[in-house]
Structure formats: structure tokens, C-alpha cells
């Protein structure tokens, strides 16, 4: 199975940024999610985080939130997501991540969570709301296998964003405002300065940038102080509103992958 890391390097290697798209597994509609999946690596998105839907998603703004609330009444949940990943994977090499909640996992078993996501191509997993000091309890031997991506955000410390580079493992997720996901930057100087001061202290691992980056002026604006960048509201809101073939949010995917080549 491809390592994230050095599937980032590589990319890294030959004067481009990565692009990471988040979608909400099984939205907007869990008959075609994943050919859309497809359609959307196939547009330029080297790597894809598929959140499982959660009806408390305390990370995430409304637009994710409603994209969640849709697909949990759509009947998806994390062995649905397991299946799409594992039907994803028949069709790509490029790096699938699981991102998601605590409770969900809890509820279905750690050890059982972590062996599916083996089994079924899983790259690495992002759950937001274990702290590093609940690491080694959450993360336990059967992740041993799968990278487990920790986030830092504009409050984290010099000392604990070392910690978290040392026990993260594929990057570390960037959080590039204090809030939820789809929020606009109010500062973006504060945010680049943020950004510069979390890439310097970084050794270990690749540094992404998410949250807030909504276009490609984002995109040009935090590219260059990172290794790559995640884009999730803004595709699930264009996704809100598009045609059945998906066109203006591959248009977007586009535009942004050629943004930071």
C-alpha cells in the first residue's frame, strides 16, 4: 500500500502541491458516491479524505454539518464507508484517508476499525477530537499499520506542535483558523504567520493546510508555506448546488489543482 508520506514527497519532488478534497461519504447521493469519488481524483485531487457522518461534528461548520445530517438519513455510517473506500480502491492507487469522530469509532469497535480500514485500502485515519494526551489510549498496536494524521491549529504551542509532529505519522493537518470548518479568513496575515511559524517547527512530517481555503486566491495565498492543501467546504457546497454530472465542482478541482503546480 502507498505511503502518504512519501507519496506527498514525490509529488513535492516535481514542483507541485498536493491537493487533498474532502467528501462526506455517501453525499450527495449514495447511489453514485463512488464514481463521483472518482471523477473528482481524475480532476486533479491527489488524495481523498472520506468523513464518516456524525450527528455531533464538533470541528465541522454548517455546510458540513448539513452535508453529515443528509447522508445519516440517507442510512450511511462507517461499514457503508468502508464499503465505498473499498470499491474506490479497485480503481485507484492514490491515498484514501477516513476522517471522523471518536464516538463512531468507539461504537464500532477500535481494533474492529482499524483491521476493516486495513483490509478494505485505507491510507490513514483523522479523528479530531482525540487529543495527544488521549494518543496512545485511541491509537493503539492495530493502527500500527495505518497513519494516523494529528492537527495543529493557530493556539497550538511550539512545544506541543513538536509533540504532535513526533506522533503524527503521513502529515500534519494544518488548521488555518480558530473555528470550524468554511470559515472565511477574517486575517489572512495572521493565518500566513501562523502557517510559517507551524512549518518551521515541523521536522518530521509533511505539513497540509486546511480549513477556510475556499478558492484559488486561498490556494496561491497558503501554498507556498506548505506541502499541500485541504479543500472540504467548499466542495461539499458546490456539490450542494450542481448539475448531475458534478461539472462546475470538477471545474473547481481543476482550478485548484493547477493553482499550486
Do not use: W
Not at 43 to 72: K, N, R, T, W
Not at 205 to 217: D, M, P, Y
Amino acid at each position: 500500500m502507498i505511503n502518504i508520506a512519501n507519496y506527498i514527497s514525490n509529488k513535492n519532488s516535481k514542483g507541485e502541491k498536493v491537493l487533498s478534497v474532502f467528501l462526506t461519504s455517501g453525499f450527495p447521493d449514495k447511489n453514485n458516491f463512488v464514481e463521483l469519488a472518482l471523477k473528482i481524483l481524475d480532476a486533479g485531487a491527489d488524495m481523498l479524505e472520506i468523513g464518516f457522518p456524525f450527528s455531533d461534528p464538533l470541528a465541522d461548520g454548517p455546510i458540513i454539518q448539513h452535508s453529515s445530517q443528509i447522508a445519516l438519513e440517507n442510512g450511511i455510517n462507517i461499514q457503508k464507508t468502508f464499503n465505498f473506500i473499498e470499491d474506490i480502491r479497485k480503481h485507484t492507487d492514490k491515498p484514501l484517508i477516513m476522517m471522523g469522530y471518536a464516538n463512531p469509532v468507539l461504537s464500532f469497535g477500535t481494533k474492529r476499525f482499524a483491521e476493516t480500514a486495513k483490509n478494505t485500502g485505507v491510507n490513514g485515519v483523522i479523528i479530531p477530537d482525540i487529543p495527544i494526551e488521549e494518543y496512545e489510549n485511541f491509537f493503539n498496536e492495530e493502527f500500527s499499520n495505518l497513519d494516523t494524521i494529528l492537527l495543529v491549529t493557530p493556539t497550538t504551542s511550539n512545544d506541543r506542535i513538536k509533540l504532535i509532529d513526533e506522533k503524527s505519522s503521513g502529515f500534519v493537518y494544518c488548521v488555518s483558523v480558530s473555528g470550524t470548518t468554511g470559515l472565511k479568513h477574517q486575517n489572512k496575515f495572521t493565518s500566513v504567520e501562523f502557517i510559517k511559524r507551524t512549518y518551521s517547527v515541523i521536522k518530521k512530517n509533511k505539513t497540509l493546510v486546511g480549513f477556510g481555503i475556499s478558492n484559488e486566491e486561498d490556494a496561491k495565498t497558503f501554498a507556498p508555506f506548505c506541502d499541500g492543501i485541504i479543500v472540504g467546504s467548499a466542495v461539499i457546497s458546490s456539490l450542494m448546488n450542481d448539475d448531475k454530472g458534478n461539472s462546475k465542482t470538477l471545474k473547481l478541482i481543476k482550478k485548484l489543482k493547477g493553482t499550486i503546480i
